[in-house]
């Protein structure tokens, strides 16, 4: 028999996409505005940005790399005791990095244990409304995750708020306390009923730490040997693979602007307060544009949304810093030579009023540049976050969402631990991040530009493994029986 239906509802359900939007909240808002704290620590420990966004890099990576570890754990403890599990390993890798002596021992704090708590926490949530729902699950899982960007707009200028209160080592305490909070949400994660189908991964085994019931049943020992088995067969499938590499080079470059704009945002002549703000209105953009996607992903071709925006996503990351000069020679605005080149071929800015009239002289203001970046990055992006989920299951089916899930946030996390050292190095060769904002731009559109054969691709497989009609069936028949009689004629 198959596993129990998703019940779409009921109060356990709605209380369970409570949770996931505030574990998305804390977790997610603490993550993407970590990068509040990088100019702060460069000044602390008298380093540069890849030594410093090595931080970032490790931090991501193994919240995204650890699915594996997420998902065996929700196999095996459940969706409660995993978030619990995770929420205290994140609030002492913060509370931990506050003593850091050096930026090495932040790489495994900050970077490694903080990662590690974030990453076991974001599994089980989505996999809990994922096992709730069926026809209301791109709904409801717009709404949880738009708690991903809300917190990063509450946090990010919170942050912000907090450095200027106190030092910011008290400031990693007050945020190791809020990610301790997410305990509580974690045990609204209430179990599905047992499955009664021995060979599911079922509800059972994920929402159900009963280990009692599932020996008495013979299933325990087998469960790491069938999500090892499962995960085997996810690398040999053609469309897995082919989403994974995607989600490879998207994951390369959707870290950067939240590790970098607060940094870059100062170097374009910006306050640090503007930074953070900055930082803010990707979460904001990013929360309205999880609504809008949810629902027109309900009418359109999931897989050609999630594509499209990827490929703008990538186009605007690339031309990030090209805004305020392009929107100046569109207006026609005279800035002067001060404020335009210094932004795109220096690491110092001497800010010069520029001699412009009052209609444009917005055009000369760098914030208005980023200010068009980060809200087109905050649309597009949010692809990337609410889609993917929704495309995997439609590619491999909600049955193995769990694992192929865990799978691929592997994928992600080794292109995360690559893509903010990378373009952090860049700077400190170049002077500017421009060179590295353009290469991760071109990563993530080339991430969705691959996708798109995949329809295609399914067609010719399905053609090419069309079963034989009853015609042809027949006049097989027809010539096995005419062989037949021309053996038996004498010769």
């Not at 193994?62 to 998902?71: E, L, Y």
């Not at 640090?272 to 703000?277: D, F, H, I, L, P």
């Not at 992006?381 to 989920?389: D, H, I, N």
Request: proline residues 5%.
């Amino acid at each position: 028999m198959a596993g129990p239906v998703a019940p779409d509802g009921g109060f356990w359900g709605w209380m369970a996409v409570i949770a996931c939007f505030m574990g998305n909240v804390i977790g997610d808002g603490v993550m993407y505005s970590f990068g509040i704290f990088l100019p702060k620590f460069k000044e602390y420990f008298q380093c540069g940005s890849g030594e410093v966004s090595t931080i970032n890099s490790i931090q991501m990576g193994v919240t995204f790399a650890s699915g594996p570890i997420a998902s065996y754990m929700t196999n095996r403890l459940g969706w409660r005791l995993t978030t619990v599990i995770g929420s205290v390993l994140a609030s002492a890798g913060l509370c931990l990095s506050a003593v850091a002596p050096s930026v090495f021992f932040l790489y495994f704090t900050a970077g490694g244990l903080l990662g590690l708590g974030l990453g076991i926490i974001y599994l089980p949530r989505l996999d809990c409304i994922t096992q709730y729902f069926d026809k209301k699950r791109p709904f409801v899982t717009g709404i949880a995750i738009c708690g991903s960007g809300i917190g990063t707009f509450i946090m990010a200028p919170l942050t912000d708020v907090l450095l200027n209160m106190y030092d910011w080592k008290l400031c990693l305490v007050i945020l190791g306390g809020v990610c301790f909070t997410n305990c509580f949400f974690g045990l609204m994660f209430k179990p599905l009923p047992k499955c009664q189908d021995e060979d599911s991964i079922g509800c059972e085994r994920i929402g159900d730490t009963n280990s009692e019931t599932l020996l008495k049943q013979g299933e325990e020992p087998e469960t790491h040997k069938e999500t090892f088995r499962e995960m085997i067969a996810l690398l040999r499938d053609w469309a897995f693979m082919l989403f994974a590499v995607s989600n490879f080079l998207t994951s390369l470059g959707y870290p950067i602007p939240y590790t970098f704009v607060p940094d870059n945002a100062i170097k374009l002549g910006l306050t640090e307060r503007q930074g953070s703000y900055l930082v803010g209105l990707i979460g904001i953009s990013n929360t309205v544009a999880r609504v809008v996607l949810g629902a027109l992903s309900q009418k359109l071709n999931r897989l050609f949304l999630y594509n499209t925006c990827l490929v703008i996503c990538g186009l605007t990351m690339a031309f990030s810093n090209y805004f305020q000069p392009m929107a100046a020679l569109l207006v026609g605005a005279d800035c002067t030579v001060a404020t335009l080149i210094p932004a795109l071929n220096s690491s110092t800015v001497t800010v010069i009023e520029p001699f412009v009239s009052n209609s444009t002289s917005w055009a000369c203001d760098p914030y208005v540049g980023q200010l068009i970046y980060v809200n087109c990055y905050g649309v597009t992006s949010a692809a990337y976050v609410l889609l993917t989920t929704l495309v995997l299951a439609d590619l491999l089916g909600a049955d193995k969402f769990t694992n192929s899930f865990g799978l691929l946030l592997l994928f992600q996390g080794v292109a995360t631990f690559i893509g903010p050292p990378v373009v952090g190095f860049m700077f400190d060769a170049f002077g500017t991040y421009n060179e590295g904002f353009i290469l991760m731009g071109i990563m993530i559109a080339l991430s969705g530009l691959m996708l798109y054969p995949i329809p295609c691709i399914k067609n010719m497989l399905r053609k090419g493994q069309r079963p034989i009609s009853e015609e042809d069936t027949g006049k097989e028949e027809d010539t096995v029986e005419e062989h037949s009689e021309e053996e038996r004629l004498p010769v």
